[in-house]
C-alpha cells in the first residue's frame, strides 16, 4: 500500500492500447474464471498480460491487487484501456462474464453467488494485506473448484500462497510469473517453494499459453 502511489504514478507513462470496436463475449458466462493475485509490481505485470488477451477470451478474471482504495478507480481505467476485455472494479450485484476482469475492493470480502454475480461483506477491519488474496482465491475456488486458474504475479509477502496451494488441492490450476521478471519475487518464489506451480512464463506468455488454452477447449 505505501508503494501504491509511486506504482500507480509510474503506470502514467504506459501507452494504452486500442479498445476493440465490439465484443460477442458480452453477456456469456464463462467457461473459466481465472484469479490474478499482485502486489509490488503489480499493475504493469497484469497491465502486459491483458493486453495480450483478445476480446472473445472465454475465461473471465478476478483481480486482487495489493493497492490503496484511493487508486483503484485509476488502475481500472489504465488497465482497461490497455486490453481489449473489460475492466472494472467489481460493486455489489456485477454478474462476472466472459471476456471481463473484475478487480476487487480492498476493504470487503470478494465472492459470487451460483449466478456469477458479485457478493461483497461487510467492510473489514486489520487485514494484514488488503485485499486478501488468500481469502478470494479460497472463496472462489469452494463455490468453482476445478474452473478455477490462479496466475500470481510480483509482489512482496505470503499473501496468496495459502490459497494458491487450497486451490490447487481442489483440481485447479496454479500458474506464477516468472520470478526473474517480477519486480519482487517474494509471491511467487512462495508459490513455487510450496510446490504444484503448472506453468511459469512472463506476462507475455502467460497470455498466450491461456489464450491457447481456452481455444483448445472452445474447438473440444
Not at 481465472?34 to 502486459?48: C, D, K, M, N, Q
Not at 512482496?156 to 519486480?183: K, L
Amino acid at each position: 500500500r505505501h508503494l501504491a502511489g509511486k506504482i500507480s504514478g509510474a503506470d502514467g507513462d504506459l501507452q494504452p492500447r486500442p479498445q476493440a470496436a465490439g465484443s460477442d463475449s458480452a453477456g456469456r458466462s464463462p467457461d473459466s474464471i481465472g484469479i490474478l493475485g499482485a502486489s509490488i509490481g503489480g499493475p504493469e505485470a497484469v497491465r502486459s498480460f491483458l493486453s495480450g488477451l483478445p476480446a472473445d477470451l472465454s475465461a473471465a478474471f478476478i483481480l486482487a491487487q495489493h493497492i490503496g482504495s484511493e487508486f483503484l478507480d485509476l488502475m481500472a481505467s489504465q488497465l482497461d484501456q490497455a486490453t481489449e476485455l473489460t475492466v472494472r472494479c467489481a460493486q455489489e450485484g456485477d454478474r462476472l462474464e466472459a471476456g471481463q476482469v473484475l478487480i476487487v475492493p480492498v476493504d470487503r470480502r470478494f465472492n459470487l453467488d451460483e449466478y456469477n454475480r458479485v457478493v461483497l461483506g461487510e467492510p473489514l477491519e486489520s487485514l494484514r494485506y488488503s485485499p486478501c488474496i488468500d481469502h478470494v482465491m479460497t472463496d472462489i475456488c469452494d463455490r468453482y473448484a476445478g474452473q478455477v486458474k490462479v496466475i500470481i504475479f510480483s509482489g512482496m509477502a505470503s499473501d496468496g500462497i495459502a490459497g494458491a496451494e487450497h486451490v490447487i488441492s481442489h483440481g485447479g490450476e496454479v500458474w506464477v510469473q516468472d520470478p526473474d521478471t517480477c519486480v519482487v519475487s517474494s509471491m511467487v518464489d512462495g508459490a513455487l517453494a510450496a510446490g504444484g506451480v503448472a506453468y511459469t512464463g512472463n506476462p507475455a506468455e502467460l497470455a498466450v499459453r491461456l489464450t491457447e488454452l481456452c481455444q483448445t477447449e472452445t474447438i473440444e
